[in-house]
């Protein structure tokens, strides 16, 4: 019979106005384990509340898959057979997938990228997410942090406060910027302003800057956008891939939102079936979250896994960046 084990991580962040407004000064993630006594794997929780996952939900459906005969599981068949009978929400899935894949890897002596088809995993550039800076302080924020090792950066921006902060970064630095809407713009006319005032040889692509139900305005704007727009929030465990590509240019897919590797996988050949741009997306996780989603990096065309450098202390040391390149350890 295996042994399950969960364990919450208070993770203090760096900046508590690095993500959207309301973000915490911490995160409350979920360290999962399974273990025969020999061999053991582990997989890391990161609850989303946009997505109306809460750690109190988490824990209370991580009971259910305990008392739904969990611990006598012997084959990832069954596992996800259970995962079917009483489902989880996404981020919890993934740990309890990782976790078990992770240890039927370690037992059978198997390298996890290979047991899901992928490339080998190959050290990583990532960009670095800014935090919600106010005017004035780019410069010196970037020179505090030597942020000059990243490739790239990437940029929340915001109808208010966007074509401002922009200016500011774009005059603070050469680097190629990846722009972040957050789903902040509501009228398509005055995000095609933004967008037509942007220097298209400074800025990668644009992440989802309006929200996913603007189904419509985003098939408008998209053949006459002059940057590549990139879906975010529109992938979770399910996304209509053939509809998004009349939308979008690409697509990030991040495995926590995914629900999983397998689903990842399924997610990521899809999109390469309709010639969709990939990025490799993550939330503020630790380097164990990191460290998973590296197994599959080799097959994505952009990585963006820096929720990792946004805190304070990280328990693992799983990842290792240096000169803005992700290394496994």
């Known amino acids: 019979m295996l042994k399950w084990h969960i364990e ?24 999962v384990q399974v273990s025969d006594g020999e061999f053991s794997g582990f997989g890391e929780a990161a609850p989303e509340a946009r997505y109306g996952e809460s750690p109190e939900l988490l824990l209370q459906q991580y009971k259910v898959l305990l008392m739904g005969g969990m611990p ?39 390298p996890v990228h290979q047991l899901l088809g992928q490339p080998q ?23 505090k942090y030597n942020l000059g090792r990243f490739r790239y950066l990437k940029l929340r921006v915001d109808p208010e406060r966007g074509p401002e902060l922009l200016q500011e ?29 942007l220097e298209r040889g400074r800025i990668l692509f644009m992440e989802q800057p309006m929200p996913a139900s603007k189904a419509a305005a985003y098939a408008q704007i998209k053949n006459i956008s ?22 979008f240019h690409g697509v990030s897919i991040t495995p926590m939102r995914a629900g999983g590797y397998l689903n990842t996988v399924r997610l ?12 490799l997306g993550s939330g503020i996780e630790t380097t164990l979250g990191a460290w998973s989603s590296m197994q599959l990096s080799s ?22 960046e240096q000169e803005g390149v992700l290394h496994l350890k």
């Not at 009228?187 to 095609?192: K, N, R, V, Y």
């Not at 097959?299 to 290792?320: K, Y």
């Open 8 to 31: 919450v991580l208070h993770l203090k962040l760096k900046h508590t106005t690095t993500f959207a407004p309301g973000t915490q000064a911490t995160r409350v993630n979920f360290l």
């Open 72 to 110: 006598q599981v012997q084959s990832m068949e069954e596992l996800l057979q259970l995962l079917e009978q009483h489902p989880p929400i996404n981020a919890l899935r993934f740990a309890i997938e990782a976790a078990y894949l992770h240890y039927f890897c370690q037992h059978k002596g198997i």
């Open 121 to 143: 995993p190959e050290p990583q550039v990532t960009c670095f997410t800014l935090p919600a800076l106010q005017p004035g302080e780019v410069a010196h924020y970037m020179h």
């Open 169 to 197: 970064v774009l005059r603070a630095t050469e680097q190629p910027l990846v722009l972040d809407g957050h789903e902040s713009w509501l009228d398509p006319g005055e995000l095609l302003d933004f967008l037509n005032l």
């Open 226 to 247: 002059p940057v590549p727009l990139v879906a975010d929030e529109s992938v979770t465990d399910v996304a209509d891939l053939e509809l998004l590509r009349t939308q």
């Open 268 to 279: 990521l050949k899809e999109a390469k079936r309709y010639d969709l741009m990939t990025v």
């Open 299 to 320: 097959a994505f065309n952009f990585v963006d896994l820096d929720g990792f450098l946004m805190l304070e202390e990280e328990p693992f040391g799983l990842v290792h």
